[in-house]
C-alpha cells in the first residue's frame, strides 16, 4: 500500500515456512521532491513481507490521524519557517509515539517515507534554518532513535523538475525554486557523506528494474 496515500499500515506473512523475523529495523526513504522515491516503497515491502518480516509502511509528515492534519497545513499553508520546523517535529513525535516506537517494539519493520533527514534537508538546507537548532529539536523528539538504513534516491535538479512538472497540482515545496532544491539536495548528499554506516544514495535515473536490483541487494544484506 502507498503511504501517500493513508497513514500507517501493517503487512505480513504468516505461513509455516516463514522465516524467523529478524531483529526490527528502522528504514527511511529519502530525496528532493521527484525523485521517485515514493514508487518503490511498496518494492521494498513486498521483499520484506515474503521473508515473513512483519512491515508498517508509513509517512512524514503524517502517519497518524494528527500528523495527516499537520501535513495539510505544511503542505497548503503559509507559515513562519520556525513554525514550519516545529510542526514536522510535532508530527514526528506523534508518528513515535503512535506508530513508529510500538511497532519496533513488537519487533516489525517500519518503513517511513521521510524522516528527521528530511528536516535536515528541507528546513535547515532549503530554508536555511540553523542545523544546530534543528539538531536541538531532534534530540529532544527522539534522543535515542535513528534510521537503521537511509535509502537517498538521488537525481539531477531538472529530472526532478520534470517529474514534478508531469505530476499535476503543485504543493508548496514542490512549487520552490530550483536553488531550493540545490540546496536540499545539498544537504542530503553532505548527511550521506556524514552518516555513511546507514546511508545508501541510489542513482534514481537509473531504469526502474536496475533500481530494483540494487534495492533487492541493499535490502537482503539487512
Ligand atoms: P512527500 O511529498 O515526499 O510526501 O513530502 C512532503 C513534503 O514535505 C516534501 O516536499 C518534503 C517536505 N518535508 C519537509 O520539508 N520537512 C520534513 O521534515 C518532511 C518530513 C517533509
Keep these: 500500500m502507498n503511504p501517500a496515500t493513508t497513514p500507517a499500515t501493517t503487512s505480513a506473512t504468516t ?13 527511511t526513504f529519502e530525496g528532493i521532491d521527484g525523485a521517485g522515491k515514493s514508487s518503490h516503497i511498496d518494492f521494498v515491502a513486498s521483499l520484506l513481507t515474503a521473508r515473513g518480516v512483519q512491515v508498517v509502511t508509513t509517512r512524514e509528515p503524517g502517519g497518524t490521524a494528527l500528523g495527516e492534519q499537520l501535513r495539510t497545513l505544511l503542505l497548503h499553508q503559509a507559515m ?34 521521510r524522516f528527521t533527514d528530511a528536516t535536515f534537508a528541507y528546513q535547515g538546507g532549503g530554508r536555511h534554518l540553523s542545523i544546530d ?8 523528539v ?18 526532478a523538475r520534470a517529474r514534478l512538472d508531469n505530476n499535476g497540482q ?5 512549487q520552490e525554486q530550483s536553488t531550493f532544491f540545490a540546496d536540499v539536495r545539498n544537504e542530503y548528499l553532505r548527511r550521506a557523506a556524514q552518516f ?5 544514495i541510489i542513482d534514481s535515473t537509473r531504469p526502474m528494474d536496475e533500481v530494483r536490483r540494487q534495492l533487492t541487494t541493499i535490502v537482503g544484506a539487512e
Aim: hydrophobic share 45%; glycine share 2%.
Design 15 to 27: 505461513s509455516a515456512t516463514t522465516q524467523p523475523t529478524r531483529d526490527a529495523r528502522f528504514i
Design 80 to 113: 513562519h519557517l520556525d513554525t514550519e520546523a516545529l510542526l514536522m517535529f510535532a508530527s514526528r513525535r506523534e508518528h513515535l509515539a503512535q506508530v513508529i516506537e510500538p511497532a519496533l517494539a513488537r519487533g516489525d519493520w517500519v518503513i517511513s517515507d
Design 133 to 140: 537548532r534543528l539538531a536541538q529539536l531532534e534530540a529532544w
Design 142 to 159: 527522539h534522543p535515542h532513535l535513528q534510521p537503521d538504513l537511509t535509502l537517498l534516491f538521488d537525481v539531477p535538479l531538472a529530472v
Design 170 to 174: 503543485l504543493d508548496k515545496f514542490e
Design 196 to 200: 555513511p554506516q546507514r546511508f545508501r
